[in-house]
């Protein structure tokens, strides 16, 4: 199909947002320059704004649309060496149909694979309206040549991805090489095609909050559809903290650019509870625009299942247990 | 505010609390009704609802209860200091015990959210009786000599706006330092230091020991003048407090006044802005503005201020008003009408005067008494909402342009209780500091209260400070 | 024991991680009354069981010297709570251990309670009492505040089965540091239940771990650990040569030595008895006495922080 790929040397957010950050990303000194100029986070002040907003009460039709909202927002995700045809179908499965005894529960909104699964996930998927998402860029580490990255990308839309999430350099992010993490962010997004990208910064290695502010504005000034936390496979993952950090990037940044970008917190949300604490966080601080699988997503396994069971006691009023659910 | 995802009521329920209908004074370990008989209703400011009916005390009442505390003086004051340590551990872990239902109560008397009687006043309440616990038997070590001694009967006179972690303040360290007490709970909320009483009487304490009188001014003028107290301890307002100060004259009372407060918050161009808003919401709508220590004067940098105006004005239209016992509410109620009329009119005289004002969206319940989360831009120090304490939801913003500036307009004032600096410049933070003539002094954040850390004003905001080693010099005979 | 009842022996094992192993070597050894009447078999600890111990304390000492204060004094006063509840079982063990009678040992037993308590307070206060701010000649904030020393090993009293042990114990971990203790070789019994205790005080398992056994053979490669912090030689305290041996291995990689005699220092406002201060049999202690600070102090490191504080502009202040 016809795409006109944005011009490496610019991405999308100029082009709608105008050229207010054209400067910024002139050179190396410049995007540093400008990163580095972005106000201070406070550590102590941002997580106890977390903890206050995760203290929030979500009860009856406020949680049952929040459950349903969250099941919508998964991108149901396997990413083990283990990984087979027969698993990703199996969860492919789940993620069309959750809950076998209620159609009404909503579908996730994505299977989340390796890119030599994505046929598969994009075959068993067909009609289902449920997306493909393919990690991509020698995930997790991103330790490889750039060409060998693209290609990696390559493969994966060509398999029917829609969504790649990549993963940045850290090592060259945290040496201070901005313009190398921008430069690959925008090579991969001309890779994409139409898929939309998500660009994950594990957090955890990044460490300073201030790093993941950064991190952020060099990821959405490079044409990130969606900017994520985590790849799930380091310590420290998606954290109350670091999404309300990312959340007040992309508010802000819509604000400047009027381009709006996704959030997706990924790894260790585990619990419908945790699940409801991050979309408190969502619609008290970029606010309710979203509060959409276009807009928001969780990368998450377990999850699904635990917020099921809630889903199953809204309805029946009794709690439920593993066993009524389905193992996939 | 509609949204799609609009929280469902939440309340905290009601029946983990069971008021009577009435309540006496509790003198020398007993409840008892006024000697002339009066009462006097508490309502709940939230729905005006009558919550209970309390004895009213007049001038024989205090008269008893400084009795009962002398008597109970001597023994009290003779015990081991670990033996008075274990008494205040014993309160500080029932208070912690029956802290949900302590919460609940004093929402309902107060107006202020569950969320903060739940979250911040209990926790604080256990924790200083706790802290005090320990300083009972370690006062040698305090730094005021060996074997210091304790003053006698304290009288002590508590604000409506944290009344529990007021009685707290009052209470630990004068009995952890081997005083007896007298403490006058507010006409608005006596509620909690009922129940007060009733832990001290399931913690074994002996009569006499803590005696509690409600009912209105008259009542605090007497315990004040009552020639047998020997310690006079006040949280109020800065005309009580000056009053107070005249009338113990010439005796041999020691004082402390904690009074009122017109706080700066400071906020320079380099400051972490999320944080800082958040920072200026705590410091002037937490517990309805309705505290002395309030961030009331936001002095904002004026390379920032528009940036920073439009921030705060956002995230206060998110702030959710209503039920106080809903677990999901941010702002209470005014504590009661005679509050809201003040701060109607300060209101009014601010915009009569020409700032600007802006109020949060957020709809008024019909009964009660409420104000919405309110700021006035275009204000200087001569306006009246940037001199006067308003006690309420009100934030008046000044900018400056200098450092020296920030500090001048800052020090501006008669009151010199607390204010915030926000910056990432850590020499900044610590030369502003150290010109500001202010008690506390909170940096890159605001409205932290420890049981170990001092509290208390400079000239008009009061003297003397509570908490920390230093709160126990008030009750020593140093 | 009675009615004819035939009661069930506890098998008494090591608290070691907020684990209770046996001794890795599998030796136990015979623990008998005052008067010689067999209480039970205690875990005769090996070096093996010290070096675990270690490790579980050093794991132990981020979390616990990064708690605050406050949840420290909860903890501390938690245990006070539970040892009441257990009164009667201390009471019988002191007894058994110490050969007192029953009035004697609940009052022994009355005033570990207590000292708990006393340094249950402590934990947030020591603090204000050794820190403060330095009046530095020069623009900065100059700021001295005490942080734990580390891995501490304890060598607890031979005699004070229990009193003389917590009040060794609780001064250590008060400020934050985590604790291997040798206990009493000859009345290791109240210890080991001890360490029952503390597993349900809410305390991060690994801050205390106590081991029985002879306590030259887990002393000597305690005293010269690499990654122990401190010693509390106190229960070297009658034998003057061990004592010597385990401060000169300790000198290896400095620990901050307690030396025996510092149990005999006056407390506060005591008369000094001549002499007081010299290296004398510890197990004269008494335990009883105002316990003072020098315990928490033993086991403290200062640190001072300096930073500018400059002035408000480059010209001064024009106000």
Redesign the interface.
Known sequence: MPTTAPSPKRSAAFEQGGASFADATASDGALRRFLHGLPGVDAVGLEARAASLGTRSIKTTAKAYAIDLAISMIDLTTLEGADTPGKVRALAAKAVNPDPTDRTSPRTAAVCVYPDMAATAAAALAGSGVKVASVATAFPAGRAALDVKLADVRDAVAAGADEIDMVIDRGAFLSGRYLKVYEEILAVKAECGRARLKVIFETGELSTYDNIRRASWLGMLAGADFIKTSTGKVAVNATPANTLLMLEAVRDFREQTGVQIGVKPAGGIRTSKDAIKFLVLVNETAGEDWLDNHWFRFGASSLLNDLLMQRQKLSTGRYSGPDYVTVD | MA????????PESRSVVDIAPSYGLFIDGEFTEAADGKVFKTVSPSSEEVLSEVARAGAEDVDRAVKAARRAFEKWSALPG?ER??YL?RIARIIQERSRELAVLETLDNGKPI?ETR?ADLPLVA?HF??Y??????L????YG?NPRPLGVAGQIIPWNFPLLMLAWKIAPALATGNTVVLKPAETTPLSALFFADICRQAGLPRGVVNILTGYGDAGSALVEHPDVNKVAFTGSTAVGKAIARQIAGTDKKATLELGGKGANIVFD??????AV??IVTGIFFNQGQVCCAGSRLLVQESVQDELLHSLKRRLS?LRLGDPLD??TDIGAINSEEQLSRITALVESGEAEGAERWSAPCELPSAGYWFAPTLFTNVTQAHTVARDEIFGPVLSVLSFR????A??KANNTQYGLSAGIWT?K???I???A??LRAGVVWA??FNKFD??SPFGGYKESGFGREG??HGLEAYLDV | MSDGRLSVFKTYKLYVGGKFPRSESGRVYEVTDSKGAWLGHAPQSSRKDARDAVVAARKAFGGWSGATAYNRGQILYRVAEMLEGRREQFVREVADAEGLSKSKAAAVVDAAIDRWVWYAGWTDKIGQIVGGANPVAGPFLNLSTPEPTGVVTVLAPQESSFLGLVSVIAPVIATGNTAVVIASADAPLPALSLGEVLATSDLPGGVVNILSGRTAELAVPLASHQDVNAIDLTGAGGDAELAKELETAAADNLKRVLRPSASRRPAKGEQGEKGADRPQPVDKADWSADPGTHRLTAFLETKTVWHPTGALGASGSSY
């Open positions: 949204s799609a995802f609009d929280y469902a009521p939440a670990s340590a274990k551990f969320r979250d924790a706790f802290y616990a320990g300083w009972a038997d370690k040698d070590h305090a730094g060996a380099d400051a972490p802005v999320d944080q958040e920072g998110t677990k999901n200098t450092p020296d500036e500090v001048a990432e850590g020499s900044r610590l030369a502003v150290g010109k890159n954040t049981p170990t920390g080693r």
